[in-house]
């Protein structure tokens, strides 16, 4: 049997990164409204089993993040999605946190709900086949935001998951966005750096006070940005380069990958950014991507629910992962996009 830290290596094997295919029924909702798709649980088994199915998920994919509800959905053979993914060499994983949901006495803040009870259903995900979760934190800057209650009780949270998993033999994904999204998303890029700075060196602290082992965990936070209504934009190489510093600074070397999350950036700012940090920077640590929106937006788009249109999903779902594979070795470049 693979320890977690086998597992972990492997989820961020060169060349390779995660598909994210995890977003909750409401937040799939949101994704197929804007396709004008009916979103059931037919069509989302049928969207993601399009995914699974594409050629690209053997090079590029190193394992892919569930909803629960997939776990226990059968593609159109009646072979189990967890056996697909298998299949193709990939891991699979799931998503065990409850949502980020209001901090009480904190307007504007969330603290991520889901450790009742996480003991059981870990033990219930790995007999379903998952070797890795994820839960994600989320946190928000803007009139007196982040609160430093809101950054802890959510390093505290994240912590405490991590535990539980890796006493499961479950590699915790170990999710602190700091959001770059939302109405009031107006800071600049030097207020991203300085409140990731603090997040992660929180959500450190806690991991340590856990006892949870670094080397069997992979990171999965967001990249330096400027937030979305930010008149100042940032150049790719500001955004690697104020990046690379932060995660230098705060994420010790023995986590053996860190996993970007998409965020709300373009397919191809997503791309950019990570191929630039590993193309220029000498790092202790892999460097790929754990992308949901960026790698799926394209194919989503092509798909629009109609089964005639799966061979040019996968085709589109194919480009981005294999663009995204290339990025994660310094050896993307724009000429490759057309
Ligand atoms: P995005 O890449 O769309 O931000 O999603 C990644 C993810 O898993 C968020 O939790």
Not at 140 to 148: A, L, Q
Not at 235 to 260: L, M, W
């Amino acid at each position: 049997m693979s320890t977690i830290h086998d597992i972990a290596s492997a989820m961020v094997k060169q060349g390779q990164g995660l598909l994210a295919a995890d977003e909750s029924t409401g937040t799939i909702k949101k994704r197929f409204d804007s396709i004008h798709v009916d979103c059931t649980a037919a069509s989302r088994c049928e969207y993601r089993e399009m995914l699974f199915r594409s050629d690209a998920m053997k090079e590029a994919v190193s394992g892919v993040i569930l909803f629960e509800e997939t776990l226990n959905q059968t593609g159109s053979d009646g072979t189990r999605l967890v056996d697909l993914i298998t299949a193709t060499g990939a891991i699979p994983g799931v998503k065990v946190d409850k949502g980020a949901k209001p901090l009480a006495g904190h307007p504007g803040e969330t603290v991520t709900e889901g450790l009742d009870g996480l003991r059981e259903r870990l033990a219930e995900y790995h007999d379903k086949g998952a070797r890795f979760a994820k839960w994600r934190s989320v946190i928000s800057i803007g009139d007196g935001r982040p609160s430093w209650n809101a950054v802890k009780a959510n390093a505290h949270g994240l912590a405490r998951y991590a535990a539980l998993c890796q006493e499961a033999g479950i590699v915790p994904i170990v999710e602190p966005e700091v959001a770059m999204d939302g109405p009031d998303a107006k800071h600049d890029i030097d207020q991203c750096a300085e409140v990731s700075r603090w997040v992660l060196s929180a959500v450190f602290n806690e991991l340590y006070d856990a006892k949870v082992d670094l080397e069997g965990m992979i990171l999965k936070p967001n990249m330096v940005v400027p937030g979305q209504h930010c008149a100042k934009r940032a150049s790719i190489e500001e955004v690697a380069e104020k990046t690379i510093a932060c995660f230098k600074a705060e994420v010790p070397a023995a986590v053996p990958g860190i996993a970007f999350l998409s965020g709300g950036q373009t397919d191809l700012e997503a791309t950019a950014h990570l191929n630039a940090m590993n193309a220029a920077y000498d790092l202790p640590w892999v460097l790929t991507f754990s992308y949901g929106r960026a790698l799926q937006a394209s194919a989503l788009k092509t798909w629009c629910g109609k089964s005639e249109n799966t061979a040019a999903a996968q085709k589109a779902f194919d480009h981005r992962a294999r663009m995204n594979g290339l990025a994660a070795c310094g050896k993307w470049s724009d000429s490759l996009e057309v």
